[in-house]
Each structure stands twice: as structure tokens, then as C-alpha cells.
């Protein structure tokens, strides 16, 4: 069955330190893996999108990695903001069908 | 800046009482998503439309019923809301072929939300 897991659940951090958010995946056969931003009350807002052959995609403070052997996506989160407070979600495309496998997200919660 | 737009952004309607959730797009993206999205969940494909054709999802409860007039526009309607369909609704858009192999990027609108009094 196709399944996105992350971890953690939840998370809080302070404003100006570093958070790294994971996602394992059973999804087969593996077209990519999206990582979304979804802001109290809007909708998810792609942040990088990573292929089979890709294994680190950046978009500013955001990093993500991919192990396609181990079937795991990391999401690292550099010198956090106040504005970061979202939840982020993991979503797996298969290569055989264009729905899409999502996770369940992890919040998180940047205080000053 | 080409979006997706839904509304209204915010919906309260009566226990029974049918309801409309608009979307609009300027991306002319031929296929159009709706999904259902409950509190700390994951969002749930309730069907989607590839051009003219419609697809639902088979755990889609009757209840929900979609309408694409056009290109840009595309209506989810809850014919006899009830509590449990209190939810956030999004709407996305993406350019992809009739079995979904281009693998585009869907863009998401910022979601309806839903309150069943």
C-alpha cells in the first residue's frame, strides 16, 4: 500500500535555530516527492520537488534530501523565522498515476 | 499573477442545507482538483477533472457532487451537508495528461472553509 509517514508529529523550536522534519515513504514506483508549506487557513504551497536521481534540492533556507534507496526525505530548516510557523508536508507522486500520496504534515512552531 | 482562486474563503452553513464552494483559475491548467481537508489531516482527493471528464475518487460519499463549466471554473456541491463534512476545501490546478503521467505540479488555491451549524 502507498504510504507517506512523518515525523515528528509536531515540533517547537526557537526563532533562529536550525529543524530538520522526516518523511518515509512505500510509495512504488516513485515518480517525485514535493515538499509543501501549508500556513494556518491557506493552501499547501510548494517549497522544492526532488526526481529518482536527485538527492538534495535547496530553496533558500529550506533544504530538502532524498534517499531513494531508503525510501526517507528530510527537510532542514535553517536559522528559523517567526514566519516558518506552518505545517509541512510530505507529498510522493507515483510514476503510474497522477494522485498524489500525502503524508500527514508536521507542524511547526517557532517562538521568539 | 496567475492563481486559483476559491470562494467564499470562509462558509457556515445549516445542518441539511445545500452548498456551493466556488473555484476559478487564470493558469489554463486542463485539469482541476478537489480535496477535503479535516483538522491535523492530510488532504483527501474527493475527484478531479480532466478537461470536460470528471473522475470521483470511489470513497467520495454521494453528498458531493462537482460541475466544471469551463476551463477556469469548477464547483463542489454538498447537496445535504452534515457535521462530519466540516472541513477545509482546496481546490488545485495542475497541466497534466489524462492518466496524470506529466507529473506537473498541482498549485493550490488557499481553501474554503467549511462550519455546519
Known amino acids: 500500500k502507498n504510504q507517506v509517514e512523518q515525523s515528528p508529529q509536531s515540533l517547537i523550536i526557537l526563532e533562529g535555530k536550525n529543524c530538520t522534519l522526516q518523511?518515509?515513504?512505500?510509495?512504488?514506483?516513485?515518480?517525485?516527492l514535493r515538499w509543501y508549506k501549508q500556513d494556518t487557513g491557506r493552501g499547501p504551497v510548494s517549497l522544492t520537488i526532488?526526481?529518482?536521481?536527485?538527492n538534495t534540492k535547496s530553496n533558500g533556507r529550506y533544504t530538502a534530501t532524498l534517499d531513494a534507496d531508503t525510501k526517507q526525505s528530510s527537510l532542514h530548516i535553517t536559522a528559523s523565522q517567526l514566519s516558518d510557523s506552518a505545517s509541512y508536508i510530505c507529498v510522493v507522486r507515483p510514476s503510474n498515476t497522477g494522485k498524489l500520496i500525502f503524508g500527514q504534515g508536521t507542524t511547526l512552531q517557532v517562538k521568539p | 499573477d496567475a492563481m486559483v482562486i476559491q470562494n467564499p474563503r470562509y462558509q457556515v452553513t445549516q445542518f441539511g442545507k445545500p452548498v456551493t464552494l466556488s473555484c476559478s483559475q487564470t493558469l489554463n491548467h486542463n485539469v482541476m482538483y478537489w480535496y477535503q481537508q479535516k483538522s491535523s489531516q492530510a488532504p483527501k482527493l474527493l475527484f478531479h477533472?480532466?478537461?470536460?471528464?470528471?473522475?470521483n475518487e470511489a470513497d467520495t460519499p454521494d453528498n458531493f457532487q462537482s460541475r466544471r463549466p469551463n476551463t477556469s471554473f469548477c464547483f463542489l456541491d454538498i447537496r445535504s451537508p452534515g457535521l462530519g463534512d466540516a472541513a477545509m476545501y482546496l481546490c488545485a490546478t495542475s497541466r497534466d495528461s489524462p492518466r496524470g503521467l506529466l507529473h506537473n505540479e498541482q498549485f493550490f488555491g488557499p481553501g474554503t472553509r467549511l462550519t455546519v451549524l
Open positions: 518523511c518515509n515513504y512505500t510509495v512504488s514506483p516513485f515518480s517525485n
Open positions: 526532488m526526481t529518482f536521481s536527485e
Open positions: 477533472y480532466y478537461d470536460k471528464d470528471f473522475n
